[in-house]
C-alpha cells in the first residue's frame, strides 16, 4: 500500500508499506515538492506493487502535497473558468464537447466526431497531413487503366 508522508513544510516522501517476518516496515518510493507524473513514474519503477495513480494522488492531496493537474483538468478548469466569464464554445465545438463528456447520447456525427481530433492541429500538421493524402492518391491506380479486367468467378459448388 502507498502513502504520502511530509518530511518538512515543503518535501513528501510517497512510500510503501509491507509486511515482514520482523513485522511492518515501509521504504521510500520518491521524494518530491510536488507531484508530477515524472514522480509517480520513477515511485513506479522502485515499487513492488503497481501503483494506483489515482489513489496515490489522493493521498498527497490528504497529506497537504500539492500535485500537478493533468492537461485535461487544466484544459477544463479553464474552460469553467471562461464559461463562468461568458464566453461559451461555438456550436460544433460545444456538441462535441458534450458527445466527449456523455458518450451515450450522441449528438455528433462520425464525420464531426472524427473532425474534432483536428480542432487544435496546427497548420504544420494539416499541411503534412494533406502532402500524405496526396501522395496517396497518386499511388492509386487511374479509372479505366485496366480494360476488362474482372474478377475471376467464384465457383460455390463442392468439388
Not at 511530509?6 to 518530491?32: H, I, M, N, Q, Y
Not at 473558468?81 to 460544433?92: C, D, V
Amino acid at each position: 500500500m502507498a502513502f504520502v508522508v511530509s518530511k518538512s513544510r515543503d518535501r513528501w516522501e510517497l512510500r510503501e508499506s509491507r509486511t515482514t517476518p520482523s513485522g511492518p516496515r515501509s521504504r521510500t518510493l520518491a521524494s518530491f515538492g510536488t507531484l508530477t507524473p515524472e514522480v509517480l513514474a520513477h515511485a513506479e519503477s522502485r515499487s513492488s506493487r503497481p501503483l494506483d495513480p489515482r489513489a496515490v494522488r489522493a493521498a498527497a492531496r490528504r497529506a497537504g502535497a500539492p500535485v500537478v493537474i493533468g492537461r485535461a483538468d487544466q484544459a477544463a478548469a479553464t474552460l469553467v473558468a471562461e464559461i463562468a466569464a461568458g464566453q461559451t464554445p461555438r456550436g460544433p465545438l460545444r456538441t462535441l464537447l458534450l458527445d466527449a463528456l456523455d458518450p451515450e447520447h450522441h449528438r455528433a456525427g462520425d464525420s464531426a466526431r472524427a473532425a474534432g481530433r483536428w480542432a487544435v492541429a496546427t497548420p504544420e500538421r494539416r499541411g503534412e497531413t494533406l502532402f500524405d493524402l496526396l501522395a496517396l492518391v497518386d499511388r492509386l491506380p487511374a479509372a479505366g487503366s485496366a480494360p476488362g479486367a474482372r474478377f475471376p468467378r467464384i465457383d460455390s459448388r463442392p468439388r
